[in-house]
């Protein structure tokens, strides 16, 4: 049977707004029994949160009937199921998005205003599901968002955290984190199944056995199991049908796990031991690209990823599907190295459970799984060390040195190259011994992309060159994307509402229709309509930071925004930098602040709790503000903003409001980045590096509409080549030094020359990712940037043609090129 999935044509797409299936009337109905019959009180005695909670269990109900329905044909079709396997999900709050798919939001906003309930107060009500760092968990959301309105057959697994990314505070402008209580109003749009629980195994010993065959064997025998439970949530698709599922799992204690402590009447004990299991899914780790190589990180690691290999290669047995034809039915798209082990869990199961022969075992294994690469950083590459590895995955151990002996044999048998046999090889012996995962998923994967054009390049060249030598057909791209739904047509209604008048509701569903409004870029009554979405969207995100952050914040002003994770490489210093210069040369004189186009700077970034860089950037950014927004010199003209816990609720109000977006990273470091898509997807005009998707919205968009500056890869590479000395670039630059020094003079720290000492040594003698030596080009940018803004006709031409050339970003478009390049390649 022919695997393929459809997709709707352009024109087809046209007639996709969804209708709604309930009426106002039919709406009030239900709402009221929900209230009644599952929150267990009357109208005047329910509070926000049974409402929030029936206004959920009323959208469900379409929703559920359109998931039975979704199941009921992909099963009957028996195709290929796209799997995707990540660790991270960054969903963002769920009822608005439910409303748009079922197109009820009028209905919902009609009914409940008989009831005289505020729709949009119910929907702030929402605590959004921060089950991922940033970029790659958002990515996966965008993805399964994208596969559903695509009509594909798929699934997204991952591990239900009770805790998810902290929420970041602020206290005397350090970041201070709270544990993320999102389930504490419970989880209405969650469906649990506890009595479908599947035991995970860990620990313990290997033994020889004899097979059903008569033939030598390996059994795991584990030393202790947690059951994974799982948690559905409901995927669905935009303009369709297809509601596809999120299955996110849960750690329970087995309850085989204590019998013998219980026995032995050691309750304290086996209290303890329950509570060591389940906290297998309390919480995500915080760190965004730098692997922490802990225990409990591997247990999530391989409990989500062996309960989901399971269950859809079970379900997939059942429909009668031989195991020479699973590659045919399944795909497991593996989101960076997070769920790799899932390579020789497959082995496992193949080889030790369903007893097949070794060999082929591992062409079926290697027919399924493709890996997708995420980083260009070499302290990213996820490695464990062997004797962590074997304590919590003995049997699994075993099979990588056995895939890794195979495979090393056929790279000496074939290049004679013993260097090369070492640097393949899929263990480390420096400076310990350890699984190299990014190895362990390119060997055991049919296809490795890059996310974006330039790092799948870069792979090629560096990160991966041995392989792509060796294999070089293995290697592909697929250049990341963002949902249209979530992040221009909720995000930004608006927007949405002079698209739909300009070109048609088409583009929600094919985003490549923007490019119809290529003309419009000329018409200065659209550009004059433009800019009053602009400036409502400015308001907007005014009046949310005035309530939610006491922050105040004028309208008429470049809303100059750089949201995304604290990291060095992303170079949040870099901005700052221009900021404080800026401040110096008006206290020095070299600069009228009269000639400063007024700006508002937002920050917006978490930090990793142990990343004292980081940190240490927080606490300067929040230093430079205080400072900067009382100094009487700049009233109305520089202002730092910077509210706490970026998280998708608030991109999703900051974006439509930016007229410029900062994708400032060192050239050769950024992935890709999405937050750039977003960005430019909304009209805000990018200033930014040659990095990542940069450089393919720099090409779409072209020069005149993107401030590019600062070194390309080739450069960065020769500098660091040649020897970086920063302090070479603060000496020779007169409004550097200035910048630099006023910072270490302590005017942002009450004179205290120490508070910032680290930082300002780290420019001065190391600065990896050489912001100092960018400063230059990015100053003369941004002089650049002030230039266009006084033409306000240059510039919305600009940001609309930034509109009109980036639809190719919809992860719409990303998803159909993993099924050309990689699930339905033949
Ligand atoms: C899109 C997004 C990101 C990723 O931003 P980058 O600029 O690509 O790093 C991170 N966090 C949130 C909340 C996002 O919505």
């Not at 020889?208 to 949530?233: E, F, H, L, M």
């Not at 046999?421 to 890059?450: D, K, W, Y």
């Not at 791209?477 to 979530?486: L, Q, S």
């Not at 210069?581 to 007024?598: K, M, Q």
Request: glycine share 6%; hydrophobic share 40%; net charge negative.
């Amino acid at each position: 049977m022919d695997a393929r999935t459809s997709t709707v044509s352009p024109e087809a797409a046209q007639d996709h707004e969804p209708s709604p299936a309930l009426d106002a009337t039919e709406f009030v109905r239900v709402f009221t029994n929900e209230l009644q019959y599952t929150r267990g009180v009357t109208l005047p005695q329910a509070s926000n949160q049974d409402k929030y909670i029936a206004l959920v269990r009323t959208v469900l109900r379409p929703l559920i009937d359109r998931w039975q329905a979704t199941q009921a044909r992909q099963a009957e079709q028996n195709g290929k199921t796209v799997a995707y396997l990540s660790a991270e999900y960054l969903l963002g709050p769920q009822t608005g998005n439910a409303l748009l798919s079922t197109g009820l939001e009028d209905t919902a906003r009609e009914a409940l205003s008989t009831l005289d309930i505020d729709l949009d107060e119910l929907i702030a009500h929402e605590i959004e599901p921060g089950l991922g760092n940033g970029g790659l968990g958002r990515l996966a959301a965008c993805f399964i968002d994208s596969l559903a309105t695509k009509d594909i057959s798929a699934i997204g697994y991952g591990i239900r955290y009770n805790y998810g990314i902290f929420r970041q505070t602020f206290v005397n402008g350090h970041q201070v984190e709270q544990p993320d209580t999102w389930m504490s109003h419970g989880t209405p749009w969650e469906i649990t199944h506890p009595e479908l629980a599947q035991p995970i195994g860990f620990a313990g010993r290997v033994e020889d056995t004899i097979n059903s065959a008569g033939q030598p064997a390996r059994k795991w025998v584990p030393g202790w199991y947690v059951q994974a439970v799982p948690c559905n949530y409901l995927v669905p698709g935009y303009g369709t049908d297809t509601v596809n599922t999120l299955r996110l799992w849960s750690a329970r204690a087995a309850d085989e796990f204590n019998l013998h402590i219980f026995n032995s009447g050691d309750f304290e004990n086996a209290v303890r031991a329950r509570t060591y299991a389940e906290n297998i899914s309390n919480v995500l780790y915080p760190e965004d690209s730098t692997p922490q190589g802990k225990e409990l990180r591997l247990q999530q690691q391989y409990f989500f990823v062996a309960a989901s290999i399971r269950d859809l290669v079970a379900r997939t047995l059942e429909r009668g599907v031989s195991y020479a034809d699973l590659p045919q039915h399944i795909t497991f798209q593996l989101n960076d190295t997070h769920p790799v082990v899932g390579i020789p869990e497959l082995m496992r199961l193949l080889v030790d459970d369903h007893e097949l022969e070794w060999d082929d075992a591992w062409s079926i294994t290697r027919e399924i799984f493709n890996y997708t690469c995420h980083t260009l950083l070499p302290e990213a590459l996820e490695v464990w060390p062997v004797d962590l590895f074997g304590r919590l995955l003995p049997r699994h151990l075993e099979i990588i040195y056995r895939i890794n002996e195979e495979f090393l044999n056929e790279v000496r048998l074939n290049t004679g190259n013993e260097l090369l046999v070492r640097q393949m090889s899929i263990i480390q012996e420096q400076p310990f011994r350890a699984v190299r995962m990014a190895h362990l998923a390119t060997v055991g994967s049919r296809r490795v992309n890059g996310v974006a054009a330039l790092h799948s390049q870069l792979l090629k060249d560096n990160v991966l060159k041995d392989f792509s030598a060796y294999w070089p057909d293995k290697f592909t791209n697929v250049t990341n994307g963002v949902t249209p739904r979530r992040f221009v047509r909720l995000s930004n209604p608006e927007l949405s509402d002079l698209l739909n008048d300009a070109i048609g509701t088409g583009w929600v569903r094919d985003l490549s229709q923007l490019s119809q409004l290529e003309p419009l870029a000329d018409d200065s009554g659209f550009l004059e309509q433009f800019a009053l979405v602009k400036a409502h969207n400015k308001s907007r995100i005014a009046a949310v930071l005035a309530a939610r952050d006491g922050i105040e914040l004028p309208s008429d002003a470049i809303y100059d925004v750089m949201v995304k994770r604290l990291h060095e490489y992303k170079r949040q210093s870099l901005k700052l930098l221009h900021v404080v210069s800026l401040y110096a040369r008006v206290l020095a004189g070299t600069l009228n602040a009269e000639d400063i186009e007024p700006r508002v700077v937002v920050f917006g970034a978490k930090a990793a709790p142990g990343y004292r860089m980081a940190k240490e950037t927080i606490a300067l950014i929040n230093a430079v503000a205080a400072r900067i927004n009382n100094a009487p010199e700049l009233q109305g003209r520089l202002k730092i903003a910077f509210p706490a816990n970026y998280n998708v609720t608030l991109a999703e109000k900051l974006i439509p409001a930016a007229d410029l977006s900062e994708q400032i990273s060192l050239a050769g470091k950024e992935a890709s980045g999405t937050g750039n898509m977003k960005f430019a997807l909304n009209g805000a005009l990018t200033v930014g590096t040659l990095d990542g998707a940069n450089v393919e919205i720099h090409e779409l968009v072209g020069d005149e509409n993107f401030f590019l500056f600062g070194m390309t890869e080739p450069d960065a590479e020769s500098l660091a080549q040649a020897g970086y000395v920063p302090s070479k670039f603060y000496e020779k630059d007169a409004d550097l030094k200035l910048a630099i020094d006023l910072i270490a003079s302590g005017a942002f720290s009450n004179g205290d020359r120490s508070a910032f000492e680290s930082i300002v040594s780290d420019w001065l003698w190391h600065d990896r990712f050489m912001a100092l030596a960018d400063f230059r080009s990015y100053l003369d940018i941004q002089t650049k940037v002030e230039e266009k803004y006084r033409d306000k006709a240059a510039w919305n031409r600009s940001a609309v043609l930034n509109v009109a050339r980036t639809g190719f970003f919809s992860s719409d478009r990303s998803i159909q090129d993993y099924l050309d390049r990689i699930w339905m390649e033949k």
